[in-house]
Structures are given as structure tokens and as C-alpha cells.
Nanobody, 123 residues
């Protein structure tokens, strides 16, 4: 059974930091991409960052590049998203997703999805 579980969300003041975790099981972690996505009320889900677990190649949305860092620990089957200098517009539910074939840059990314973790950034 494939599972992805996000954790680490919460309430933080603008300018602060959070580290999200995506703990996975039920698939061959090293063969997949893991992406972070977010969705705010009234907005479409958007890609935030992605990592190719085979070689740790990373991708970032323009809106978060330079502030967020994605990393993976293959031994723990876990992907992290370090979020720094958070802004109110970063407020959203953050999801992680696993994808075997589709590159991180494509909208069709995501074979499996987690339940999400809420991030609220206060101004």
C-alpha cells in the first residue's frame, strides 16, 4: 500500500521558517520523483518544488526559489521542504506527491498524493 504522509505544518509569523516532511512507504523510493504542491482557497493547486530521488536533481517554482529548499533522505524514504522567509501568500495546504514517469515540470505530475499539511503565515 502506497502511503505519503506530510507533517511539519503550522502557524508561523511572516519571515519565519518551517520544515515540512513527507514520509513515504509502499513503493521504491529511489525510482520516483517527489514533488511538493500547495493549494490555497480559491486558487488552483500549484507546484512548489520537486526532487528526483535517483540523483537529487531539484526544481523550484519561481515564487519560492531562493527561499525554499527541497531535499531527500533515501535511507528514510523521506523528502523535506525547508521553507524560509515565509510570506502570507505562502499560506496553503501543502501536499507531497510521488511520480514515477512524469518530470517535475509537468502539470500531470503525481501518481500518489498525501493528505496535506496546513501552513498559515500571519502578517
Amino acid at each position: 500500500e502506497v502511503q505519503l504522509v506530510e507533517s511539519g505544518g503550522g502557524l508561523v509569523q511572516a519571515g519565519g521558517s518551517l520544515r515540512l516532511s513527507c514520509t513515504t512507504s509502499g513503493f521504491t523510493f529511489d525510482e520516483y520523483y517527489i514533488g511538493w504542491f500547495r493549494q490555497a482557497p480559491g486558487r488552483e493547486r500549484e507546484g512548489v518544488s520537486c526532487i528526483r530521488n535517483s540523483d537529487h536533481k531539484t526544481y523550484y517554482a519561481t515564487s519560492v526559489k531562493g527561499r525554499f529548499t527541497i531535499s531527500s533522505d533515501n535511507a528514510k524514504n523521506t523528502v523535506y521542504l525547508e521553507m524560509n522567509r515565509l510570506k502570507p501568500e505562502d499560506t496553503a495546504v501543502y501536499y507531497c506527491a510521488a511520480e514515477e514517469d512524469v518530470p517535475c515540470s509537468l502539470r500531470s505530475f503525481g501518481d500518489y498524493w498525501g493528505q496535506g499539511t496546513q501552513v498559515i503565515v500571519s502578517s
